[in-house]
Structures are given as structure tokens and as C-alpha cells.
């Protein structure tokens, strides 16, 4: 299956270069002669490929499309699902915020792998393990799994793997308000990447360069990387991405003078005039909460409201009344600047409020 394998090598090559269009095409060439000869593994690695070069492009359609396929050659044949399309079905419902499901076809994943004691498929499965787990906050477990990778790389070369896991370190330093510590690991990931071209590992390392700086409160370079990832991209492959540099810029735009409180949706964070950003990491109720009071300040939430709204539980005097109480209290010490004297979040006779004054802007 020389012309196969050869059609998978111009496809990985075209993907480097972040030509989608043209790696989707020799890819799919490649997979219809894989399945001609039932070479399973190597037709699901490129349908893989495929997938998430639809993802980035935006085209959803295609997307469910390679999907039921995958899932008809796979009944047809009476194949147990394959690690590598079960990582790319986690990746998928990561990115829609389905991390149940994400974490569920990961764990099938890994345990697919360590049977057939496919060392490479377990760093996929594992990679995907530590992704998941960083946007849950669980930053200690994808630490951990970071770890484990960093073993398997000692005798696997699989750069674009080790690049990614490079650069997923970043960002777990990034959430954890290690700016610099943060900078310095994106810039070792740099200095990998000078040896291998890969266009869309250095537009993810321009962009979270630039998003570093940005959060460090430097203006300047943070648009100087975000407009350099934007002007090396093709916007009609890496949609995804536009749009992640779209709302970077969105957020360097405000200024922050012309508002009290800056909610960064994406991030879980928000800006505080005086107190500059405060990140909420894994704090779920205290998000929750101010969520509620962001999207109606001046209403006034009552013990039972806020019990439901929440909670999401029915209100018990016995159990809510001091829970409401030290979350308030809690969410006062982030966001106010002056606790003694709350700007921001006020008590009513029958409940809480945020002040109706307040400037509010929605990233």
C-alpha cells in the first residue's frame, strides 16, 4: 500500500503546513484505499486527522458526517471502537463543554491502549486526560498525567505530542497566575518548534504567548502575538482559532476605567476595576452566584432564590441560611476592594443584590 501510505505522508504534511483543504483531500484519498484492503488502523488514524481538521475549519456538518461514517464501517465490520477515533471523539466533546462524555471515551481510550500495549495511542489518551482535566481546575491530576507522558517520551518520539504537552503546561502555569513561569515554558516550546514545522503548533504558541501578556496587564505585546497569529493563519482553516484571537483582541479593546467589574466568560475570570483580575479557577458556586448577579444587578435574590438559582436544591433554613451567608462573604473578599464597605454585592431585607450602578461589560 505504498501509493496509501504515501497520499497519508503528503496529508500530514499539508496538516503542518495548515493547509486543511488540501490535507483534507490526500487523506481521504488514503482512507478509501486503507478500507479497499481492510487496514483498519491506519484508515481510522487518517479519519482521526480528518476530524479535527473539520473541527477547526467550523464545519460541523462534515464533522457529523466523518462521524457516522466511522460509526458505519465500524458496526459493518464488527470493530470494537479504536483508541485513537474514541481520543478524537473526547477532543470533540471537550470543546463543547461535554466533559462527562469527554472523560468517558478517554478512559475507554486508555484502556483500549494498555491492551494492545499500543504505547503510542496511550500518550493520545493520556494527553487528552490532562486537557480535560485542566479545564475542570483539576490541575493537580493533569500535572500528574503530564508526568506520566514525559516517561513515555523518554522512549516514544512523538513530537507534535510532546509539543502539545509542552504547551498544555503553559497554560496550567497561566491558570495557576505563574505569568512568567508560564512565558518561560511557552518560549522552551518555541525553541522545540524551531526544528519542525508545524504552522499549527507555532499559531497555538503565538496566541497563548499573547494571551499570557495579556493577562499580566502589557497591552502592546500581547497585541503584537495575537496580531502575528492572525496574519500567519488562513482564516478558512483555522476558524476556530480566529475566533479564539477575536475575542483576545475583544478583550484587550475594553478599557477597563469605563467598567467595575470585567466578566471573561471563556476564562472563568473577571476584572475588578481597583483589584485587577481575579480568576475563579475551579470555584463553581462562587461563579454561579455571580453569574446570577451580573446578568440582573439591582434584582434582589432571596435566601430561597438563591437556594434553587444555585444550588439548584430546595431551601432549607437549617442547612442555607449560613452556606448563602459565607458564600456571599466569600464572594465579597474577591471582587470588593474595600471589604468593610461592599461596592458591589448588597444585602436587602429579604435577600442579596448587586449594586444597579454597576459597570458591567461581558467578554
Not at 98 to 125: M, V
Not at 229 to 245: G, L, N, R, T, Y
Not at 246 to 269: C, G, P, R, W, Y
Not at 321 to 337: A, F, H, Q
Request: charge should be positive; glycine fraction near 4%; charged fraction near 30%.
Amino acid at each position: 500500500m505504498l501509493k496509501a501510505k504515501s497520499l497519508y505522508e503528503a496529508g500530514r504534511l499539508h496538516w503542518s503546513l495548515g493547509e486543511f483543504g488540501k490535507s483534507i483531500g490526500k487523506l481521504n484519498d488514503a482512507s478509501e484505499l486503507y478500507l479497499e484492503v481492510k487496514e483498519f488502523d491506519s484508515y481510522f488514524r487518517s479519519e482521526a486527522l480528518i476530524l479535527r481538521m473539520h473541527f477547526e475549519m467550523g464545519n460541523k456538518r462534515a464533522v457529523s458526517e466523518v462521524c457516522d461514517k466511522i460509526e458505519k464501517i465500524l458496526k459493518k465490520e464488527d470493530l470494537p471502537h479504536p483508541s485513537r477515533i474514541l481520543s478524537t471523539y473526547a477532543f470533540l466533546a471537550q470543546e463543547s463543554g461535554d466533559f462527562p462524555k469527554a472523560l468517558d471515551h478517554l478512559q475507554k481510550a486508555l484502556a483500549g491502549a494498555l491492551a494492545a500495549e499500543n504505547k503510542e495511542d496511550t500518550c493520545y489518551a493520556i494527553f487528552g486526560l490532562v486537557m480535560v482535566y485542566a479545564q475542570l481546575g483539576r490541575l493537580e491530576d493533569a500535572l500528574n498525567e503530564i508526568y506520566n507522558l514525559k516517561v513515555f517520551f523518554q522512549i516514544l518520539d512523538l513530537p507534535e505530542v510532546e509539543l502539545s504537552t509542552v504547551i498544555a503546561n503553559g497554560y496550567i502555569l497561566l491558570m495557576s497566575e505563574k505569568y512568567e513561569e508560564a512565558l518561560s515554558v511557552f518560549w522552551s516550546a518555541m525553541e522545540k518548534l524551531r526544528t519542525r514545522q508545524n504552522v499549527y503548533s507555532y499559531v497555538n504558541l503565538l496566541f497563548a504567548l499573547g494571551t499570557t501578556y495579556r493577562r499580566m496587564g502589557d497591552a502592546n505585546l500581547a497585541r503584537t502575538y495575537l496580531n502575528l497569529a492572525q496574519q500567519i493563519i488562513d482564516p478558512e482553516s483555522f476558524v476556530v482559532m480566529s475566533k479564539k484571537i477575536q475575542a483576545e483582541h475583544s478583550l484587550l479593546m475594553v478599557k477597563e476605567a469605563e467598567f467595575d467589574l470585567i466578566f471573561d466568560k471563556t476564562n472563568n475570570a473577571v476584572v475588578e476595576k481597583r483589584k485587577g483580575r481575579i480568576d475563579f479557577k475551579n470555584q463553581f458556586i462562587l461563579m454561579d452566584l455571580l453569574k446570577l448577579f451580573l446578568k440582573n444587578p439591582g434584582e434582589v435574590f432571596s435566601k430561597e432564590s438563591l437556594a434553587k438559582k444555585v444550588w439548584k436544591q430546595e431551601y432549607d433554613p437549617r442547612f442555607h441560611d449560613n452556606k448563602i451567608y459565607v458564600t456571599i462573604k466569600r464572594l465579597r473578599k474577591l471582587i470588593e476592594p474595600d471589604y468593610d464597605k461592599p461596592k458591589y454585592i448588597h444585602r436587602a431585607k429579604n435577600g442579596y443584590y448587586l449594586n444597579k450602578t454597576t459597570r458591567i461589560s461581558v467578554q
